[in-house]
């Protein structure tokens, strides 16, 4: 196993374990969950509806959420992070510096990471065609005009083979977790 695969793994052991800690910790309150949960199904909302057209890199994806924003994943990626510090309430709202950093790192990070990889590679595959789209449709957030309608459609196929179902699952078991607490169905961590 190379390098790479190696941080990648231990980069979302730590993520995944950081979002454990902060849900367990939670104090969600029904204001807390009423904002962030929705926040976090809309995010999902619209990761389902780019995974059902996304065939990665092979094909150059102008369709659906393409239309709006080249990066509909990671909209909804920001939509849940959101959803997520605002849902999973702690004292003294450290959960809200928690959900700052957060957007430093998908903000100063994560994001041009990103941009710096994957356009550079879909321009070498999909050449002038991906440089009109791109200098066309925003990075991140969607615009309300939209790229014309590609001949793509969303298929189960797709959504099924970027395994969106598994952040469908996650995603509704973290927010019926917090919904439990703060009606005090669950009860908080120990004071």
Known sequence: MGQRPVANILRLVVL????????????PSLWSVAIGVPLIA???????????????TRQLITGGPYRHTRNPLYFGRFLILTG??????????????????????FFGYYLPRKERIEPARLEETHGEPYRRY????PALFPRFGAWPPGEQRWKLEN????RE???????GLISAFLVAKATGAVPGPPV
Do not use: C, H
């Not at 997520?84 to 957060?102: E, K, T």
């Not at 179902?165 to 995603?171: A, D, F, N, R, S």
């Open 16 to 27: 995944y374990a950081g979002i454990a800690l902060l849900i367990y910790l939670s104090r």
């Open 42 to 56: 809309l995010g999902e909302i619209v990761r389902v509806w780019a995974a059902g057209y996304l065939v990665k």
């Open 84 to 105: 997520l510090g605002i849902a999973a309430w702690l004292p003294w709202g450290i959960n809200l510096l928690l959900l700052v950093a957060g957007w430093l790192g």
């Open 134 to 137: 791109r200098d066309a449709v």
């Open 159 to 162: 959504f099924m083979r970027n």
């Open 165 to 171: 179902y598994m952040m469908i699952v996650g995603l």
